[in-house]
């Protein structure tokens, strides 16, 4: 998260809460100036100050840095997290059971063509005499 991502959320919750920058300088107890250089981005934030600062403004830590509060993951999004991945373990190996019979026709076809193929040589062969022999006479 870049700091100006930061300095706006600052900004944002202390004016949604309708608090000065003096008050709330006030309130994190340092100067109005350092507070300023916060909320402009002049100033890294220090870790110490952040969880004070989202005290103050009635946010968690992890909101005033992202702009929102994160999800927790429950107990339900987990099973069914877990449920998806056992419907997925189920599709991919009904995919390649399907894949596999897929190859195995595949094998079966380029066999019987490759006999075929044979058939027709040997055919042409036998042509190929019986001409000659015509031809011959």
Request: proline share 1%.
């Amino acid at each position: 998260m870049d700091n100006s991502t930061i300095k706006k959320n600052l900004e944002t919750y202390r004016e949604r809460r309708h608090i000065s920058q003096t008050e709330m300088a006030l309130l994190i107890e340092t100067s109005r100036n350092s507070y300023r250089q916060m909320e402009k981005g002049d100033t890294m934030l220090i870790n110490d100050k952040l969880p004070r600062i989202a005290s103050v403004l009635g946010v968690s830590t992890e909101e005033l840095i992202l702009g929102y509060e994160p999800v927790q993951a429950s107990e339900w999004a987990l099973k069914a997290s877990d449920n998806h991945a056992e419907q997925l373990h189920a599709l991919t190996r009904e995919y390649e059971e399907r894949l596999q019979t897929l190859q195995d026709e595949i094998t079966v076809r380029d066999t019987c063509i490759n006999s075929l193929k044979d058939n027709v040589e040997h055919l042409k062969s036998i042509i190929r005499r019986q001409e000659k022999e015509l031809s011959g006479k």
